[in-house]
């Protein structure tokens, strides 16, 4: 048998976006992903996320890819509200994660493949909002003036609110070539979710006096198992790759310290879904996504892809999934040249449309219609050890919301 080690050591930049994908699932896993985007029909080890099933038409030997990215992210809210001074007001979040890892391993012999990996599989990393949200101004200013006529010219909010959300996801899985022709997987993955909320409030009236003081720190665990199923065809110059990851039920558990004055019940109302103990269903939807590659010349290949994400068939807190309007549909572009037997330069596109509702977006957690574009490139520093290099770049789309 003759054995091969490949090591893919990364380093990159990501801007805007923290990470692609659906509502709650992160498709960046791979660095290959970023410089090319439409990775579903990779035959390469990136394939353990991507198209588990390809990685039967690897040669015979040990794979090993080590990820690392930097992703930055800014979110802005214009919100309007007849108690603001200034009609609307602007509240500016950041999201960043200065290192996101990724392992992907793989061993072949035969025609058999054993694979694994270690990736932050969902979430959005941790975002800030250092002069608070939209939703509590409101509800505190609201209070102020229905219940001691208070107006904003007669106190003043401080306030501050960070959030946190990341899924950690250890995968498993058999690969196993049925012929020269057909590759098929079956695998599943472990979530562990950690996320929370941590921020306060304190109303003072000018001159003095605490109107109201709020103190949040609330941190939120679960768990869950996502059975994976692929299959790869490969004809000649053409290749197919379809994956399908099953639902994954997850609880999450608040685990809250919190304190606010005054006891009202308005208060309680607007502070219940972080109270101490109380269960949030948290599901990662279902995932479709078929590849198609295509080898033009030896040395450039293109590939087109799909994903749909079942989001109205995975539960969120209050049954917030049954106000979409359907699923997450993305559709991906890429291609990768070889310039010479070193370097590698390549590009994707990729359009992201939610099924998103006025009900089903809240300033405390928002998605927009995107559009990405990836790209970068691979050096191969020796026969076993490759360099993979990217950028990737997301717009988000406007969207208005009107209470």
Excluded at 128 to 135: E, K, R
Excluded at 200 to 205: F, G, I, N, V
Excluded at 358 to 376: H, N, V
Aim: aromatic share 12%.
């Amino acid at each position: 048998m003759k054995k091969q080690v490949l090591i893919s050591l990364i380093l990159l930049i990501v801007s805007v976006p923290t990470f692609a994908g659906g509502l709650l699932t992160n498709t960046n896993q791979h660095v290959s992903f970023l410089r090319m985007i439409a990775r579903g029909a990779s035959i390469d080890i990136d394939g353990v996320y991507s198209n588990p099933a390809g990685l039967g038409f690897l040669n015979d030997g040990i794979y090993l890819s080590l990820n690392g990215q930097s992703a930055y992210q800014t979110r802005i809210i214009d919100a309007t509200f007849g108690l603001f001074p200034e009609g609307t007001r602007r509240y500016k979040g950041t999201a960043s994660a200065p290192f996101i890892p990724s392992v992907q391993a793989a061993y072949k012999q035969g025609d058999w493949v054993f694979s694994g990996s270690f990736a932050v599989t969902g979430g959005g990393g941790k975002a800030s909002f250092d002069t608070g949200l939209p939703m509590f101004d409101s509800k505190i200013m609201g209070l102020l003036y229905a219940g001691n006529g208070l107006t904003p010219d007669k106190y003043t909010i401080n306030t501050a609110m960070d959030g946190k959300q990341f899924i950690y996801g250890f995968q498993l899985g058999v690969t196993y070539k049925v012929n020269d022709y057909l590759s098929v997987f079956a695998g599943g993955r472990m979530n562990y979710v950690k996320s929370g909320y941590e921020g306060y409030l304190d109303a003072t009236l000018i001159g003095g006096g605490d109107l109201v003081k709020i103190a949040l720190d609330c941190d939120q665990t679960g768990w869950g198992v996502t059975p994976i199923i692929g299959a790869d065809v490969k004809l000649g110059k053409w290749n197919l790759g379809l994956k399908y990851e099953f639902m994954t039920n997850i609880n999450i558990e608040n685990k809250t310290k919190m304190s606010y004055t005054p006891n009202s019940p308005d208060l309680q109302a607007a502070l219940a879904p972080y109270e101490h103990g109380v269960n949030t269903p948290n599901d990662i939807p279902a995932l479709f996504t078929a590849g198609l590659g295509y080898e033009i010349l030896p040395t450039l290949r293109a590939t087109v892809e799909y994903h749909y994400f079942f989001d109205k068939d995975a539960g969120m807190a209050n049954d917030r999934q049954k106000a979409l309007t359907g699923g997450t549909h993305e559709i991906l572009f890429g291609a990768e040249w070889d310039i010479n037997k070193l370097i590698t330069v390549s590009a994707g596109y990729q359009n992201t449309d939610y099924g998103l509702s006025d009900d089903f977006q809240t300033d405390t957690s928002f998605s927009c219609d995107s559009y990405s574009i990836g790209l970068g490139g691979a050096v191969r520093l020796s026969s076993k050890l490759k360099l993979n290099v990217g950028y990737f770049w997301t717009t988000y789309k406007d969207y208005t919301k009107k209470d």
